[in-house]
């Protein structure tokens, strides 16, 4: 695992939950892109203004892998480790429960950088992250 750059805690509301009583799997994708979301902020970087300058970074592939579930009023956080593969910005991101750190999903979240409408080669991932992926 790529070093820890930012950790984001959060609550499991019970409408996330499904009749079985665990988080409905794909709740666990906007956990770990609320989480991006705040990284990017904590980096003083925001989505929205980046949008209106043309620049969107675009999940391209996302594979979760589901270890124990997280249920009702659970806490939890999700990590985030990033690391640069070609043209994308991996993000490395597992959610933990609280307070026993057990592992609930190990994810890999690969972000393609478009401007203006193109693909590009990411060179915004390093204009923005390169002090955080040395």
Known sequence: MEKELFRHE????DYECDIQGVV??????????????E????????FSKLH?????FM???A???YKNPLRGDDKFFVSIAMKREGAKLVCLQNIHRLPDEKLCVKGRIEIVSIENGR????????????????
């Not at 959060?10 to 509301?13: A, I, Q, S, Y």
């Not at 409905?24 to 979301?37: D, I, P």
């Not at 209106?52 to 969107?56: A, I, L, P, R, S």
């Not at 693909?119 to 992926?133: A, I, S, V, Y």
Request: aromatic fraction near 10%.
């Open 10 to 13: 959060m609550k499991v509301r």
């Open 24 to 37: 409905n799997n794909a709740n666990y994708q906007h956990y770990l892109e609320h989480a991006r979301h």
């Open 39 to 46: 990284f990017l902020l904590s980096e003083g970087v925001s």
């Open 52 to 56: 209106n300058e043309g620049v969107d």
């Open 59 to 61: 999940v391209s592939k």
């Open 63 to 65: 594979t979760l892998e």
């Open 119 to 134: 693909l590009t080669r990411g060179e915004k991932f390093d204009e923005l992250f390169n002090h955080l992926l040395q």
